[in-house]
Structures are given as C-alpha cells and as structure tokens.
C-alpha cells in the first residue's frame, strides 16, 4: 500500500521518523473488522511535530456494533459521511511513507489495516514497526500489565481522550519521547536494537500471534512471522557495472596520432581511450601507463606515431549486467586499472576505472562530513551519525579493508565530537551563561584519536584551558553538555568515565602538566587502562595549539620516565590472547572479544613501544614503524604486527556490519564460524605470533 522507504536498522532512534498510529474499529477480530476513526501523529526522534497529524472518522459500510460502540463512543450516524477506507487509502499512505510505525499494540493495527486493504482489493506491504508494549514489557518485565494507562503512570504521561484514536495517539507519543532516556540507559539506541529488545517478550509475540495478528488474508493459519534472516546485502554484490561505468567511453580510431590521444584524455579528464569505432567491439586500448611507456621510448614521436602501435590489446571486457564483485576480482588479478564495459554484441557501452571506485568512496565520506557539518540539532545530528554504518558497509564492498574504514569513522567520531561542542557553546550563550572564560581544546582520546575508531566506540574525550579555578564551573557545564549531546545522538557514555563531563579528565594546562606528572611518577596497574589511552589525544574542537603542546610535552617526559615505561610493560604483557589447550581458540557463546585479547595488547605493544622511542606518531602502524626505526622491534616482528592489526580490525568490523543487521549492538564479540575454516586457522596463528612477541618485549618496552 505504502512505498518502500524503510528506515535502515543502524537509524538511531534519536533520527528515527516515526508515526505514532492508532485506530477504533468495529471490534476486536483483526480477520474482519472494519476501521472507524485512524489517528495519526507523525515524530522525529523525541520530536512531536504539529504535522501530519490525521484525526479522521471513516465510513466501515457496514454497522457498528454497540459493543464497540460503548468502548470509542461512535455510532452510524457520526460515521455516515465520512470518507470510505478505499477513499482515505492515499492519504495514509503519504503519511506511512518513509516512517517507522509505533502504537501501543501496533500489531493489532497494521492487522487491520492489512485485511481492509485485501478486502477492498489495494496492494499492502507492513511498514516497519515499534510495538510500545513490547518495548515497555522487555524493560520492565515485572509490570503487573501493558495497558496504556499502566504505560502511562510508568513515564508520567496524563492521558486525555482515552479511547479516541488521536488521544491515544497522543498519549503514546509522549510515553515513546520518554521512554527513549530509558532505552538509551538500557544501550538501545538504534532501529535495529530496539526491534532486537522487543523480540525478548517471546511470551507476548506469542500471544499476538495466537490472536491472529500476522494472519495474511487468504492464509487459513496464522503464524508468526519467522525472525527476519538478515544479512548484509553488499555493495559489491548489488551493483551492476552498468550502474558505475562512465558512459558512453571516449573512443579513438586506430589512425589518430598519440599527441591527438593525449589532448583527449586531457580534455575529457579520463585515464583511458578505446581504440577502433564507437558502437563496436573495441580494438585496444590506450591507458596513461601506455603514454608514459610512449614518451619514455626514444623512438616514438608523439605527432607521427599512430595510437594502434602504442595501444594494449585485447582489451579486457565484462557486460554491463555482470556484478561489481567479478570486475574488482579481475581487475585485481589482472593488475589492471581499466575495464571496458559492452553489450551482448560486445560492442563498448563504457569504461570502469579504479578513479570511478575511488570517487565512490570518497564520496561516502564527504556526503558524512557535510550532514555532520549542516546538523544544528538532535535529531538532524543523528541522523548524520546513522549513516556511518552504510557508508562503512560500502566501502568495505567496495574493497577497503578495517585500517581504512577505521580511518573513516573516526573522521566521523571526531566531526560529531566537533559538532556537539559548537552545540553546546551556542545554547550556553543562548541560556545567558556567556562565551568561554578562556581558550580551550576539545581531545578525543583512545582509539577515536588513533584513527582507528570501527562502529562499537564510545565516548572518550577530555578537556584543556588555559584558564583558572574559578573557571571551572563555566567549563564542566560545557563538559556535561557535550557528553550529553554526543550520548543522545549516538555515541553513548564512556563507563570508565573518560569524559570532559568528569573532572579528573578536564582540567588548566598547569592542572593537566601536573595529572600526567603524577601519571607518570605514580601510575598504578589499574590506572594504564585509561592513562595510556591519554597518549593518542587528538584535538578536534577550540585551541589545538593547547593540545599539541600537552601531546608532546607528555610524550617527551613519558619516554624519560622508566618506571611508567616499565609498569607500561609489564601491563601489556599481561594481556594474553584467548588460546587455550594447544594454541586452540577459546570463545564464549560461539564468540571471541578480538579486542580484549588482540586489539588491545596489540595497540598496547605499539604505544609502549613507540613512548620508548620518543614517537609522537598516534596511529598503531605508525607507531609499529617508529618502534622498528628505533631499534626496539625488529623488522618482521613490526610488519607481522602490523598485519595482524588490520586482520583484526577487518574481522571485527565485519561482524559489526552483521550484527547491526540483526539489532545486535556491535562489539568486539565476532562469531568464530562466521571467520570460515581458512580465516579461523589465520587468526589462530596469528595470535599465537602475538603471543610469542607479547612474551618476548617485555625487556624491549623496559630497556
């Protein structure tokens, strides 16, 4: 009935357009009543907009029982002249259009729907759906029971108009804007999470299948629906060449001299000519390395020598209906840069080129980059953040592997981290609390810093000014601001606490020199985890001349420090990988944390290392190569590392992409069987070599 527009499942809630749905009917048999009075309220995360809002009494045809009469208080004569549902149908398809649905007992309702729209002959399709019942009942499953009014007293919502369709419209409304706090405590924070929380009520899916709530008209049983087999449908196996090729190719006969070429590819801006005639089977193919090769020789002049001595042939070719994931596998084999494009007559119809593949990628982060930048808003700054994961899933089907998403997200990470504190500082100037009382920087610390951020992170920011005591208070406001904003929007809370929201991570430039001093003369084991993470700050927002001054005078004193650099030591080599008996992969539930037993002695290593060194490099790899030029690691030990690290953020990132499909929060947590026979056997083996190198650097870090 409605158009497909369904909202992805990473959405976060707080960009979530939703449409708060109620409807009175003629009873309570989904099979065969007819609706009398549809209430519509459309949100935008908490948002309640003024519109669309539906409040619409609707003709049944038929007449309205006295029994449902005495629950809505509508009989024949208020419904005469109303509209029929087949006459209504457009209008609540618009509104349906691209939202989420959400109702107290949704289910009940899109029933209905779905057998009026059989009954009177219109195509049906369910929009996705929140059920507040279900949501409320996995949050609170000692609720004595699920009624509006129990919901209701629950979230502090008065309802006025029980029992009209707008009114409960309106009550549910308020009851969904306050139930989201509770949901974001309770780590739920997308589409997919939220419809994830609501399948645990088992017992009440279960009833509203018993009461024939996802009965399909015609079906004589019905059934619950079977939990959605959702895997990620990838970019390189969705798209055609015919959907990325350049078009029509840039075409030159055999004759045409090289310099004639040149001009044309100059011209045109392509990295590629097709020899022959347009609209037929191409004979070679002249690409910028065949220029170069020209040019280099002694015996060729450009404006004599024709474009078919100096073309490659045969030219490779795919029809445009053949998938991406085939031309990337050739072109990849084949070490070439261009593929041609044909027909079924294998005429040439367009050129595929790596620039293409690259525009698209570049494109996926730009697009991220502006939204963030135009976001003046909650909802419009989650909405921005929520494209992270599809533009991560794209860019993995369009071949870049963990090092480089990673290096996209915390671009993202960091943007959004930019965007809360400009937020912030123009509401603390609108509520009259004024502008900074001095110059300050914004961190971003941990793995957001290094640039090697994937879709599971968190909030772990600091604070530096260059003020006084007395400003404080101005400042911690500023802090609670930022850490609230960037949790509501998606990047939720830090549970260590590190967080400009909390004092012992926000400080003056004199209080900052005198907390890494401390750090470094007096840190404790159960201090590294978050005192070593304050080595890879970025600054994203303010002052950052304030923050590279405190990176590197941190850095300089912590590779003169040999106690830190020694505890440093013996804490990383106390994070072992999760090899049991035999070197033998140990999970829990099926699953292995690649973080706690590689991601983080791995990183570990890296910035122990290059500290020793005196590295100001932030970036694992980086820090690997510094350590090596330094001589506390050795070449293959640096690149056997380096590798494992960019497995590791692949595998992970990999299963984060499923999960989120499945409503999963993602996590570090990747399913061992997902990996295959091959990827396991690479993993375990390279984490035995973690092993074997974590066991061995002890007296490296230390020395």
């Known amino acids: 009935m409605q158009r497909n527009l369904r909202p992805a499942n990473p959405t976060a809630l707080a960009a979530l357009p939703m449409l708060v749905l109620d409807l009175e009917t003629t009873g309570l048999d989904v099979t065969r009543e007819r609706v009398v009075q549809v209430g519509a309220i459309a949100m935008l995360g ?72 059989a009954r009177v002959g219109l195509a049906w399709r369910d929009p996705p759906a929140l059920d507040l019942v279900l949501l409320v009942g996995a949050l609170e499953p000692s609720l004595p029971d699920l009624g509006l009014e129990t919901v209701a007293r629950l979230l502090g919502v008065t309802i006025q108009g029980r029992h009209t369709a707008l009114g409960d419209c309106a009550a549910t409304a308020e009851a969904y804007a306050r139930l ?57 196996f969705e798209r055609r060449l015919a959907d990325l090729m350049s078009s029509p190719p840039v075409v030159v006969n055999a004759q045409a001299t090289l310099r004639e070429a040149a001009r044309l590819m100059n011209s045109r801006r392509v990295g590629a000519v097709l020899i022959g005639a347009a609209g037929e089977a191409p004979q070679g193919i ?31 070719k795919m029809g445009g209906d053949e998938m991406l994931y085939r031309a990337l596998g050739r072109m990849d084999r084949l070490r070439i840069r261009h593929l041609c494009v044909v027909d079924a007559r294998g005429a040439a119809i367009g050129m595929l080129s790596q620039r293409d593949l690259l525009h698209h990628r570049a494109s996926a982060a730009d697009v991220l980059g502006d939204a963030l930048a135009e976001a003046h808003e909650v909802p419009a700054l989650a909405a921005a953040y929520s494209q992270v994961p599809d533009a991560a899933l794209r860019l993995v089907a369009e071949g870049l592997g963990g090092v480089d998403v990673a290096r996209v997200v915390s671009n ?53 000014h260059s003020g006084v005591e007395a400003d404080d208070p101005w400042f ?29 991570w926000r400080g003056n430039v004199e209080e900052w020199r005198l907390r890494v001093d401390g750090w470094l003369r007096h840190a404790r084991h159960e201090d590294l985890l978050h005192v070593d993470i304050f080595f890879d700050l970025a600054p994203v927002a303010g002052e950052a001349s304030l923050a590279r001054a405190l990176h590197a005078a941190a850095v300089s004193a912590a590779a003169h420090t040999r106690p830190f650099t020694n505890l440093l030591a013996e804490w990383v ?18 699953r292995i944390d690649l973080k706690r037993g590689g991601l983080l002695p791995l990183v570990g290593i890296a910035r122990a290392l290059a500290l020793r060194a005196g590295s100001s490099a932030r970036s694992t790899p980086d820090r690997l190569r510094d350590a090596a030029a330094a001589g506390r690691l050795v070449e293959s030990d640096a690149s056997a590392l380096i590798e494992m690290h960019a497995n590791l953020l692949d595998c992970v990132l990999r299963q984060q992409l499923w999960d989120l499909e499945d409503g999963v ?29 974590l066991g061995a650097l002890g007296g490296a870090i230390a020395g």
């Open 46 to 117: 908490a948002k309640i907009l003024d519109q669309p809002r539906l409040d619409q009494l609707i003709n049944p045809e038929v007449p309205i029982p006295p029994n449902a009469s005495r629950i809505h208080g509508l009989k024949d004569g208020d419904v005469a002249g109303a509209p029929t549902f087949v006459a209504f149908a457009p209008t609540l398809r618009e509104v349906l259009s691209g939202r989420v649905v959400i109702g107290h007992n949704v289910g009940f309702d899109l029933a209905v729907l779905r057998h009026e729209a």
């Open 180 to 236: 989201l706090p509770r949901l974001r405590e309770a780590d739920v924070r997308t589409l997919g999470e939220a419809l994830a929380l609501s399948a645990r009520r088992t017992d009440l899916v279960l009833r509203q299948a018993q009461a024939r709530w996802h009965a399909v008209p015609g079906e004589a049983v019905a059934t619950p629906p079977a939990p959605p087999l959702t895997r990620i449908d990838s970019y390189v």
């Open 286 to 316: 002249l690409t910028e390395r065949d220029l170069l090769d020209a040019i280099a020789g002694d015996d060729r002049d450009l404006d004599s020598t024709p474009v078919a001595q100096a073309m490659s042939s045969p030219v490779e």
């Open 412 to 464: 993202e990470v960091r943007g959004l981290s930019t965007r809360a504190a400009e937020i912030a500082l123009a509401r603390l100037d609108a509520e009259g609390r004024g502008p900074p009382p001095a110059p300050w920087c914004l961190l971003v610390l941990g793995s957001g810093g290094r640039g090697e951020s994937l879709l599971g992170a968190d909030q772990d920011n600091a604070l530096i």
């Open 476 to 504: 911690a406001d500023f802090g609670a601001r930022i850490a609230a904003l960037l949790d509501e929007v998606g990047l939720p809370r830090c549970n260590g606490g590190v967080m400009a929201a909390n004092r012992e």
């Open 573 to 590: 080599s106390s994070l072992r990988p999760p090899l049991g008996l035999f070197s033998m992969l140990k999970t829990v539930e099926g």
């Open 665 to 693: 929060r993602p996590s570090s947590r990747v399913v061992l069987k997902r990996l295959g026979k091959q990827g396991a056997r690479r993993l375990r083996a390279q984490l035995r070599r973690l092993d074997e190198i």
